[in-house]
Every structure is written in C-alpha cells, then in structure tokens.
C-alpha cells in the first residue's frame, strides 16, 4: 500500500512542507504502508492548461503527464492544506484538477493548518475529492497556527495531534486497502 503526503502550497516562506515533514516522521513508525511526500513545488504546474477534460485521459502537455503518472502511483492521499481565505490554496486545487481517473476509487485524509486549524480549507477539499471519486475519512487534523507552532513559524504539535494522526492513517489505510480490492476487481471484470 503506498500512500501519498501532498503539500498544498508553493509559496516561499510555505509551511506545507514541514507539516508534511511532521506526518512523515509520524507515518514512518508504521509498517502497513509505504509513505512519500509529493510536493506539488516540484511540478512547476500551470494553472491548468488541458484542452480536454482530464476525465478523458488525453493530456497533452508533459507537465500534465508526469504530475499524473506521480498521482497514480499511490493507494491512497494525504493532503496537507494551509487555509487562505476560507479556502484551501490555490495550488493545491489547481494540481487535483490535473488528474482524474488516477483519483478514482482511492483513499483521502487532511492535515489542514492555520489560524483555525485549515478546518475551512478541509471542507473545501471534501467537496472537491467527491468529485474526483475519492472517499474521504472522518479523521482530520488541525495544526493551530497558536497551538501548534511556536511564533507561527516552527511547526510544533501538540501530543494529542500525533494521537489524532495515528487514528487518521488507521483509518485511510484501511479505506485504501479496501478500495485497492474494488480497483483489481474492476480490472478483473473489464
């Protein structure tokens, strides 16, 4: 089972990195699954920019091609978002419109941070991974930019995070694993 950690933001001065960092660390105490940060930086994606919908699976555009083999590897997500106005960031909402099969029947969690914890931007995401066919898990986290960093710069969680984030890779390692046996049994049938 391979599961990604995706960054949400490209900024310079950016937190989503560290945030993945922290899952990271965290994730690498399991052995039920494989984990990698993928930060959306590294793909230098424009706003998008596919003639035909991605449904259709025609890109055209290398950019598009390589982000979406990256996208496909993986059983299952973890999308770190920062909230920006109300909302989850832009890049992070440009790279999921990229793919859309690579998406379809596969895991998805949140690590949201921010003045209240990304939970807004969390929410935004819900609705946009429904679409994209992906199931969601309850268990979310929060990171407060008060809480949960020192000075709204290091990355500092409380204990009861890393509890919440155990809960949380239990449960998308478990919707991922099922849905990984809905994706062969489909193929199987086709």
């Known amino acids: 089972m391979k599961i990604a950690i995706i960054t ?3 900024r310079p001065g950016r937190k ?7 899952v990271h660390v965290q994730a690498s105490k399991r052995d039920d699954a494989e984990f990698e940060i993928v930060d959306i930086a590294d ?6 920019d596919e003639s035909v919908p991605a449904m259709m699976g025609q890109y055209e555009h290398e950019h598009t091609k390589r982000w979406n083999a990256k996208i496909a590897e993986f059983d299952g997500y973890i999308f770190v978002t920062a909230e920006y106005n109300h909302a989850a960031a832009a890049p992070l909402t440009n790279a999921m419109a990229y793919p859309y099969n690579e998406w379809v029947n596969k ?5 949201g941070y921010g003045g209240m914890g990304g939970v807004r931007a969390v929410e935004n995401l819900r609705l946009i991974v429904a679409e994209l066919q992906l199931a969601d898990v309850r268990q979310a986290i929060h990171l407060s ?8 710069e290091t990355i500092a969680p409380r204990p009861m995070q890393a509890k919440q984030l155990e809960t949380l890779f239990d449960q998308l390692i478990a919707w991922s694993g099922a849905l990984k046996s809905l994706r062969e049994s489909q193929l199987v049938n086709a």
């Open 43 to 48: 793909y230098d994606l424009p706003l998008y």
């Open 8 to 10: 949400g933001t490209t």
């Open 16 to 22: 989503s990195l560290a945030v993945a960092e922290w």
């Open 107 to 111: 895991g998805a969690a949140f690590v």
């Open 145 to 152: 930019a008060f809480d949960d960093m020192e000075n709204f």
